[in-house]
């Protein structure tokens, strides 16, 4: 029974740490619904503890009543009820006032989050991944990505929400709350970091069967940082260098790679799925489901399918030289 309690206390504190975690309060917003949480975690406690209480001395006088032979008593109780039910309607009213003005609140504090957003994006859903795109008012300058965010921390950043095929919901626990993304609508989100780490989104609204592996890498970073990444990003992919690497580039631009996928600087120009100019610089493979490693690398090239069944990347059949290249040119695109 010992071990039993431990193991569910680990189970549930281990809910609470980490890159996805509502409780973690590294964004404005993610605070605000902290403190609102704790109210009225404290309101309703304490409502079921004066409930509780009450029933407990009720059931313990009628008890110790029961004993003493005169019913006359026990009926006799009209002119306490009515002082008893006043107070309890006075203690109602009040911690249903205290809540509803704390909600106000948080919804006006969360409201102001990003008023004046330095960073601003669109992140567009897909089954099963995010597309990324920095907007910036020279277009030249605007950052494509996929599957992770970087954002400088303590500046807000106003993110423009949308779906490609059906509704997902776009939810960074550590930093705020959810919001959909809904096919012909757009819905946006505010993000304001205030600690510097690595967190994770995932979607939470059911959206196929590979709902689950569609996951997020967001970085918050210090200024100085987030501007290195973005230049970065905004450079064309490398040249190939190594002859691994040029025949994988090959065989990407001369397949049905191309027709999909962008990288930006080489013939490659699709975009039906995620932009790959920078692909190695990324924490995960397909948004989420892998490590970024050339193991997993390679085991995604030769078969998408058996790693994320139903993901709209094919299984192409092809040599395991032509896996071994294509992975050395992949793996070079930092
Ligand atoms: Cu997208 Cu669930």
Redesign the pocket.
């Known amino acids: 029974m010992r071990r039993l309690a431990a193991l569910a206390c680990a189970f549930a504190l281990s809910g609470c740490e980490g890159v996805q975690n509502a409780l973690g309060g590294q964004g404005a917003e993610s605070a605000n619904f902290i403190r609102l949480f704790t109210a009225f975690m404290v309101v309703c406690t304490l409502m079921y503890l004066i409930i509780g209480g009450a029933l407990a001395v009720a059931v313990w006088r009628r008890r110790r009543e029961a004993l003493v032979v005169d019913d006359r008593r026990h009926h006799d109780t009209s002119s306490k009820v009515g002082p008893a039910l006043a107070i309890w309607t006075v203690l109602i009213v009040a911690g249903l006032t205290a809540l509803t003005i704390a909600s106000f609140f948080t919804d006006r504090f969360n409201a102001a989050v990003a008023r004046n957003p330095k960073i601003k994006l669109t992140v567009t859903?897909n089954?099963?991944w995010w597309d990324v795109k920095y907007t910036t008012a020279d277009s030249s300058k605007s950052v494509h990505t996929a599957n992770e965010i970087h954002l400088p921390v303590g500046e807000a950043a106003e993110v423009t929400l949308k779906s490609n095929d059906?509704i997902?919901?776009f939810w960074i626990p550590n930093l705020a709350g959810k919001q959909d993304l809904i096919p012909g609508r757009t819905t946006d989100a505010q993000l304001l970091p205030r600690q510097v780490g690595l967190y994770r989104g995932q979607?939470?609204?059911?959206?196929?069967v590979e709902?689950a592996l569609?996951a997020l890498n967001v970085t918050v970073e210090g200024k100085a940082d987030f501007q290195r990444w973005y230049a970065a990003q905004l450079q064309p992919a490398t040249t190939p260098a190594s002859p691994d690497q040029v025949a994988g580039y090959g065989y990407f631009i001369g397949r049905e790679c191309a027709t999909c996928h962008n990288i930006s600087g080489t013939p490659a120009s699709g975009q039906v799925a995620p932009d790959l100019t920078h692909f190695a610089s990324r924490r995960s493979i397909a948004a989420g489901s892998l490590p970024m490693n050339s193991a997993n690398l390679h085991a995604w090239i030769r078969d998408p399918q058996r790693l994320k069944p139903g993901t709209h990347m094919p299984t192409i059949a092809m040599s395991q030289r032509d896996a071994e290249a294509l992975t050395a040119y992949l793996g070079s695109l930092r």
């Open positions: 859903a089954q099963w059906v997902h919901s979607c939470a609204e059911f959206c196929g709902h569609m």
